[in-house]
DNA sequence: CTTGGAAAGTCAACAAGGCTGACGTAACTT
DNA sequence: AAGTTACGTCAGCCTTGTTGACTTTCCAAG
């Protein structure tokens, strides 16, 4: 357990202690990064599953429910309540596919448009506020880290959108 | 907005597209991050939230029931539930104040402290390997823009718990 | 000593958002 | 023609969050 590694460096960064900051920071941190689309979600009849489901539409336009329901990891009835009430109240628009019709392929409306850029703003402002302040050095560090910490499975979806679009 | 950073250096990582792929990785890997206690607790009768008590217990055993109530962020009916079935399942020990009799005083049992160490080593595994394959500089930078995400009263939180026991 | 208010606990009711299971339909595939 | 896939939906359940109302305990200030 302690080989492998480059004989010079130092190995405090992997003690329990240290493991159980980051860990701390993790919760701490996360609770912020979803406190602004909560704030602004609150009130409407929406909340962050709405939020992840506008997300990914407007990452992927065009994606289809199962593409979703992977990439999200829930169940389909679980997806289908939230995309109901989005389709429902005019935020996405689901298109029969034209290879294939069973298909669902879903869109933002000029009104979910709307929505995902107010979310969207006040979770990048937050985002890039924190960048400015640690500087690129560290957001490189940043990245990998929370790379290193996925699934194997969430990881390639990840990498998988990272690039390429659809 | 675009003043005040070294002139020299780029300003390619606070673009839009690379606050996404940030927001994102903040995403899948929180799904990591809570994936392996999860497993364990499914099947128990508990879940995120009773980790979560039992975690700050640990970290800070004697804290008071209002104390773990401003770190969870949760409301005192909600906390309660979940203290109560730890209690009742004798995980958690809590002693009258002896100064402030209303007070209460939690403490992990030696049960509690069992499943505490479950818990925490499946996470700090996942987060050791992460830490390691991501290296120590990697490791500096994730800290720093987490704890730049924060909330300021929950940063002062995450800071006083870094240091200081209870 | 009395009283105000803080700390803790409890009951009830509710909502969001997960889950499972079962079922139906349309459409593609073999 | 039969089987599979994609999607939707009904029904019911669980966890974990919320509000509101109320009680008990007990410290501390008047």
Redo the contacts with the bound molecule.
């Keep these: 357990m302690a080989d492998q590694t480059p004989s010079g460096e130092s190995l405090l960064f992997l003690t329990d202690e240290q493991l159980r900051k980051g860990i701390e920071a993790m919760f701490f941190a996360y609770r912020g990064f979803t406190a602004d689309p909560d704030r602004i979600l609150e009130g409407m009849?929406?909340?962050?599953?709405?939020h992840r489901a506008i997300h990914f539409i407007h990452r992927s336009p065009g994606t289809?429910?199962?593409n979703l329901?992977t990439i999200l990891?829930?169940?389909?009835?679980?997806l289908?309540r939230?995309?109901?009430t989005l389709v429902d109240d005019g935020l996405v628009e689901?298109r029969v596919g034209r290879?294939?019709?069973?298909?669902?392929h879903l869109h933002l409306t000029a009104k979910g448009q709307e929505l995902e850029r107010e979310l969207s703003d006040a979770q990048r402002a937050r985002m890039r506020a924190a960048y400015r302040a640690a500087g690129p050095q560290a957001v490189a560090g940043f990245r990998q880290v929370l790379e290193a910490m996925m699934d194997p499975e969430l990881r390639r979806q990840y990498q998988g959108l990272k690039e390429s679009g659809a």
């Design positions: 009849d929406y909340g962050r599953a709405h289809t429910v199962s329901l990891g829930v169940t389909k009835q679980s289908n939230v995309l109901r689901a290879r294939d019709k069973r298909e669902r």
